[in-house]
C-alpha cells in the first residue's frame, strides 16, 4: 500500500515540476520577445500608426499623384458656377431695379475676386519650410528648444510637423488639403481659410440669386411648358412674377432649352451642397483658430488635458492669445492693418515668423505693465 502511495505521490511532483519548468521556459521566451520588440515609444498611436502604415502609404500616394487633379476640379466647377451665373442668372437679375442690379453685381464680383485671389494664394504660397542647420538653430536643438524630424532629418521649431505627402517639415502645419494640392501653413493659413469663408459665402449667395430659377425648374414641368409655349403654366408665371418685376421675362422663360434647365438644377444643387460641407468644415477651422490650435495640435492638446485633468491639473495652451488677437496674428493685422484689409485681397503675411511664438506688440506692452496675463 505504502509503496503505491509513494509511486502517486511521486508521479504527481514530477508533474508539477514538469509544468512548472515548462512555464519558467514560456516565460523566458515572453521576456525575450518582448526584449526584441521593447521601444520606448511604444504606444497605442504608434502601434495603430505601425498596423496601418500600408494603407497610410496608398492614401498618401493617391494624394500627391491626384493634387493636381483636385485642383483642376475646383477650377472647373467654379468656372461652370460663373459662366452659368453670367448665362441664366444675371439676365434675371438685370430685369430688377437699378439698385438691386448694383448691389448683387456689386457683391457677385468682390465674391468673386476674393475667391480667385485667395484660392490661387493658398494653392502657391509655400506654407513655410523646415530650417537649415546652422549654428544658433544646432544650439537650440542641443538646448532642447527644436527637435529633428525623424523622417525628414530637418530642424524642426515647435508646431512645425512633418507632412508624408509632401515629404517635407511645415512651420506650423494645420493639414494636407488636397483641394489646393498643398499643405496648409504658418504661411498660407490665412488664404486658406479666407478662401473657405469667401467660397462659403458665393455659394450662399448663388444659391439664393438662383433660387426662383430653381423652383421653377425643378418643382414644375418645365419642358412641357416650354414645349406649349407658356399657355398652360399659370404656376409658373406666378413663380417667375416674382423673379422679374417686368413681364418681358415670358419671352425668355418660352424659350428655355434642355441645357438651361440642367444648369439651374446642377448650379443650384452643387452651390447649396458646397454651403453646407465647405460650412461646416469652416466653422470647425475658424473654432480652431479661435482658440489658437492647428487640426493637428487639436488631437495632442486633447490627449493632453485628459492626462492633466486626471492629474487634477488644468491644461494651458501656450500658444492661444484670446479669441481676437489669435486672429489678428493669421490674418497679419499688425502694423496698423485694419479689418478692412482682408475685404480686399491683399499680400500682406501673417504676424510672426512660424518659429517662435510671442504675443502682439500691443499686448506685450500691456503684459509688461502688469495688465494683460497671456496663459
Ligand atoms: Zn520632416
Ligand atoms: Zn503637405
Given amino acids: ?3 503505491i502511495l509513494r509511486r502517486i505521490v511521486t508521479s504527481s511532483e514530477a508533474r508539477e515540476a514538469r509544468t512548472s519548468t515548462a512555464m519558467q521556459r514560456l516565460r523566458v521566451v515572453l521576456f525575450s520577445l ?3 520588440t521593447f521601444s520606448s515609444e511604444t504606444s497605442r498611436a504608434v502601434v495603430l500608426d505601425t498596423v496601418f502604415e500600408p494603407v497610410f502609404w496608398v492614401i498618401d500616394h493617391f494624394v500627391r499623384i491626384l493634387g493636381p487633379a483636385f485642383v483642376l476640379l475646383v477650377i472647373g466647377l467654379t468656372t461652370s458656377v460663373v459662366v452659368i451665373w453670367y448665362s441664366f442668372v444675371l439676365p434675371a437679375i438685370l430685369l430688377y431695379t437699378t439698385p438691386w442690379i448694383v448691389l448683387h453685381i456689386a457683391t457677385a464680383h468682390w465674391l468673386l475676386i476674393n475667391i480667385v485671389f ?3 494664394k493658398a494653392v502657391f504660397t509655400s506654407p513655410g519650410r ?4 546652422s549654428n544658433s538653430n544646432l544650439e537650440n536643438v542641443k538646448s532642447g528648444k527644436y527637435s529633428i524630424c525623424k523622417k ?8 512645425s510637423h512633418h507632412c508624408s505627402i509632401c515629404k517635407r517639415c511645415v512651420l506650423k502645419m494645420d493639414h494636407h488639403c488636397p483641394w489646393i494640392n498643398n499643405c496648409v501653413g504658418h504661411f498660407n493659413h490665412q488664404h486658406f481659410i479666407l478662401f473657405c469663408i469667401f467660397m462659403c459665402l458665393g455659394t450662399l449667395y448663388v444659391t ?26 399659370s404656376t409658373l408665371l406666378h413663380v417667375s412674377s416674382r423673379v422679374k418685376p417686368a413681364g418681358s421675362y415670358r419671352d425668355k422663360e418660352e424659350s428655355a432649352s434642355k441645357s438651361e434647365h440642367r ?7 452643387l452651390c447649396s451642397s458646397v454651403t453646407l460641407a465647405l460650412g461646416i468644415l469652416t466653422g470647425w477651422h475658424c473654432r480652431l483658430i479661435s482658440y489658437g490650435e492647428t487640426s493637428i495640435e487639436w488631437h495632442s492638446n486633447r490627449d493632453d488635458a485628459k492626462r492633466l485633468r486626471k492629474k487634477g491639473l488644468i491644461f494651458s495652451n501656450p500658444y492661444n492669445f484670446g479669441v481676437w488677437n489669435n486672429w489678428k496674428m493669421l490674418l497679419g493685422l499688425v502694423n496698423g492693418r485694419s479689418w478692412l484689409c482682408i475685404l480686399l485681397p491683399s499680400t500682406h503675411p501673417p504676424y510672426g515668423d512660424g518659429i517662435s511664438w510671442h504675443p502682439l506688440p500691443n499686448d506685450l506692452k500691456k503684459s509688461r505693465q502688469g495688465k494683460l496675463h497671456i496663459v
Fill in 34 to 36: 518582448r526584449s526584441l
Fill in 130 to 133: 523646415a530650417l537649415q542647420d
Fill in 152 to 159: 525628414c532629418i530637418q530642424i524642426k521649431p515647435p508646431r
Fill in 1 to 3: 500500500m505504502v509503496p
Fill in 118 to 120: 485667395h484660392y490661387f
Fill in 208 to 233: 439664393v440669386s438662383a433660387r426662383n430659377l430653381f423652383i421653377m425648374h425643378f418643382f414644375h414641368d418645365w419642358s412641357r411648358a416650354s414645349i406649349n409655349n407658356g399657355k398652360n403654366n
Fill in 263 to 269: 444648369c439651374i438644377l446642377f448650379v443650384f444643387m
